[in-house]
T-cell receptor
Framework: DQQVKQNSPSLSVQEGRISILNCDYT??????FLWYKKYPAEGPTFLIS?????DKNEDGRFTVFLNKSAKHLSLHIVPSQPGDSAVYFC???????????????FGQGTILTVHP | DTGVSQNPRHKITKRGQNVTFRCDPI?????LYWYRQTLGQGPEFLTY????????KSRLLSDRFSAERPKGSFSTLEIQRTEQGDSAMYLC????????????FGNGTRLTVT
């Protein structure tokens, strides 16, 4: 039972263009969502997050959008840079107003390649 | 850099042997987690410690797996009688209190069971 799904195994974009990574979830109890980036031979690194009370969160070149009715979120990277090439994981949690702990449910990941 | 440290980075063992991994979290983090990642999948939750107390174990953690955090600092994950299906990347993470505190992951221990 894959509760968080990233249906695109890979994405290739040109440097300077927008990268859009998508994620769908099935569990309506999830109320906090995160994106992690992973380089080869390293652990995942936290990138950006969003609470279910918001529909958008922005941090520099990274913006996460949440559509609760569609149970869908996306990560936009603008402009994309070659150093952004990595595996991107979407993750979700039932945060319960901050009383929960980091039992994240991850998607399968999307490999992003940004070409110079 | 006082990030999460995991040792060893790689472990190759024969089926049936026992292995132990160590994780040193970020010093001020009282929460510690173990995750497992197999090829083509995202990390899967295994277990969680709040200080020295192990508060949750996933059903993925069979009786052959045991984790400890004896003094609320470093943690060990032991796998007894390893099987080929145990081959994976074992990731440790730590965080401060608060459900929205992001997890800081170590670089993992890659286990290969032959």
């Amino acid at each position: 039972d894959q509760q968080v799904k990233q249906n695109s195994p890979s994405l290739s974009v040109q440097e300077g263009r927008i990268s859009i990574l998508n994620c769908d979830y099935t569990n309506s109890m999830f109320d906090y969502f995160l994106w992690y980036k992973k380089y080869p031979a390293e652990g995942p690194t936290f990138l950006i997050s969003i609470s279910s009370i918001k529909d958008k969160n922005e941090d520099g070149r990274f913006t996460v959008f949440l559509n609760k009715s569609a149970k869908h979120l996306s990560l936009h990277i603008v402009p994309s840079q070659p150093g952004d090439s990595a595996v991107y994981f979407c993750a979700a949690i039932f945060n319960a107003g901050g009383t929960s702990y980091g039992k994240l449910t991850f998607g399968q990941g999307t490999i992003l390649t940004v070409h110079p | 850099d006082t990030g999460v440290s995991q040792n060893p980075r790689h472990k190759i063992t024969k089926r049936g042997q026992n292995v132990t991994f160590r994780c040193d979290p970020i010093s001020e983090h009282n929460r510690l987690y173990w995750y497992r990642q197999t090829l083509g999948q995202g990390p899967e939750f295994l277990t969680y410690f709040q200080n020295e107390a192990q508060l949750e174990k996933s059903r993925l953690l069979s009786d052959r797996f045991s984790a400890e955090r004896p003094k609320g600092s470093f943690s060990t994950l032991e796998i007894q009688r390893t099987e080929q299906g145990d081959s994976a990347m074992y990731l440790c993470a730590s965080s401060t209190t608060g459900g929205d505190s992001p997890l800081h992951f170590g670089n993992g221990t890659r286990l290969t069971v032959t």
